[in-house]
């Protein structure tokens, strides 16, 4: 059988939530990522590093017997974060970013910032006290096209954030269009992205054809074919900036099949392979270990890690749902054939 063994990668970008969730969602990504960064919009939001603490402990109480996995936790920025806390956090061991979300923007956005400019400030702490800043770049103005929304936050917000603070590490996370591949190209070394597999997967006919499909809504929403295209070329091409992060978010089933279901896509039960499939497509799964396992943990200035997994070429389907005692949750992929499959741990 064809196998492709590479180093154990991390996942740079994971909702989990928490309570029966959590214990339903980490096991998939235990069993294939060493580590992943863990997104704090939770109800309430992770803002302190004594709440990312407590939030920490909670998670690792999920991970399964014998199962080696370190959560990378971030702080929710908003508003009324103090420079003391940047300090904390860049002290701590276990805090590893803040996450910026415009106020409104996703899933758990009420408490996001409203007044970029008005955070400048504290922009200007994590820069010194060199802390990576990671970025949901969409504008959330009324007025600006959903799908326009990702290249407008560059041209209003991103490119001036830059500019003020070129020491500043900053992730634009689950970049979406072409042209914020070209930016993050054009940046210096400091701003990297992160890429999903939906968004290199799919285009937003998957969403849209055929009939409205809510397990293909994410945001930022998936695009059209070319923008597609150039995600898969920047993922495929070797550069260091371009990294794995799913942004696998899971959403009950009846949250998401509704008439205004919740954003996001889960993806963390068969992650490595959907980006092997991606990969694949393009001949490309030599690159697929670096972008996987070497990059992000560069970026963020972790040691790589030592272990291996390995994916076998095999069909299998994907369940239609994951969960039990009446919690489902529709996976990507659901009822679809992949052709890599993780290989149990020895
Ligand atoms: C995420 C979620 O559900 O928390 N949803 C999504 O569509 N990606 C939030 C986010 O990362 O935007
Ligand atoms: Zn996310």
Excluded at 321 to 334: F, K
Aim: aromatic share 8%; hydrophobic share 40%; with cysteine.
């Amino acid at each position: 059988m064809k196998t492709l063994t590479i180093t154990r990668p991390d996942d740079l970008h994971l909702h989990v939530r928490n309570g029966a969730v959590l214990k339903t969602v980490l096991p998939h990504t235990a069993r294939q990522f060493a580590r992943a960064i863990i997104m704090p919009n939770l109800k309430p939001p992770v803002t302190t590093v004594a709440q990312a603490l407590v939030y920490r402990e909670e998670i690792l109480q999920a991970v399964p017997a014998g199962v080696d996995f370190t959560p990378l936790m971030t702080l929710y920025l908003t508003g009324s974060t103090t420079v003391d806390e940047i300090e904390k956090a860049a002290a701590s061991e276990h805090v590893h970013a803040f996450k910026l979300y415009p106020a409104g923007a996703t899933t758990n956005s009420d408490s996001g910032v409203a007044d970029i400019k008005a955070v400048y400030p504290l922009f200007a702490a994590m820069e010194k006290h060199d802390i990576p800043l990671l970025i949901h770049g969409e504008v959330t103005d009324e007025a600006c096209d959903i799908f326009d929304r990702e290249r407008v936050f560059i041209d209003r917000y991103l490119t001036d954030i830059a500019k003020n603070f070129p020491g500043l590490r900053i992730v634009l996370e689950h970049v979406t269009t072409t042209e914020a591949v070209q930016f993050v190209q054009a940046a210096s070394a400091h701003i990297a992205a992160t890429i999903t597999p939906q968004h290199l997967l799919f285009n937003r006919n998957a969403l849209l054809a055929g009939g409205i499909k809510p397990h293909y809504y994410c945001l930022p929403i998936i695009k059209r074919e070319a923008h597609r295209l150039s995600l898969v070329k920047a993922a495929t091409s070797g550069n260091p900036k371009f990294f794995l992060g799913t942004d696998s978010a899971p959403h009950l089933s009846s949250l998401k099949e509704t008439s205004c279901g919740c954003a996001g896509c889960y993806s963390a039960h068969a992650a490595l392979e959907l980006y092997a499939e991606a990969f694949e497509r393009v001949g490309a799964l030599d690159k697929l270990e670096a972008f996987a396992s070497f990059y992000g943990a560069d970026f963020y200035r972790l040691p790589r890690n030592s272990g291996s997994v390995t994916l076998e070429k095999t069909t299998w389907t994907v369940p239609p749902v994951y969960g039990e005692n009446g919690l489902s949750i529709t996976p990507l992929g659901a009822n679809e054939e992949l052709s890599w499959k993780l290989k149990a741990a020895a």
